[in-house]
């Protein structure tokens, strides 16, 4: 499966951004799909997960209670609400494909190029 992130912006702190993570291929709805950031000098890290049905959802504790992830089987598509956005939410965000969630990287085998999100006033 091939993967497309987009939807990334600049905003003020306080401020909402919806990102969308567009497949290509029939069987997307096999595939539990994670979003991830990466900051610069720091690791990559898990956001949210959503898992092949979309009736499963996971969160880190960073984000959890503002952002929001969802899909849309007949457009193929993942979404990331982040509400009530922080400086320290910037970070290139990633969303990868894989046959379960997790919160580990490694375990995702497609990954989309990447959306920049700053948050600054």
């Known amino acids: 499966v091939q993967l497309q992130a987009s939807g990334g912006g600049l905003v003020q702190p306080g401020g909402s951004l919806r990102l969308s993570c567009a497949a290509s291929?029939?069987?997307?709805?096999?595939?539990?799909v994670g979003w991830f950031r990466q900051a610069p000098g720091k690791e990559r890290e898990f956001v949210a997960g959503?898992?092949?049905?979309?009736?499963?959802?996971y969160y880190s504790d960073s984000v959890k209670g503002r952002f929001t992830i969802s899909r849309d089987s007949a457009k193929n598509t993942v979404y990331l609400r982040m509400n009530s956005l922080k400086p320290e939410d910037t970070a290139v965000y990633y969303c990868?494909?894989?046959?379960?969630?997790?919160?580990?990287?490694?375990?995702?085998?497609?990954w989309g190029q990447g959306t920049q999100v700053t948050v600054s006033s």
């Open positions: 959503i898992d092949g049905s979309g009736s499963s959802t």
């Open positions: 990868a494909a894989s046959k379960v969630v997790s919160m580990t990287a490694p375990l995702y085998n497609s």
């Open positions: 291929g029939r069987t997307f709805s096999r595939y539990a």
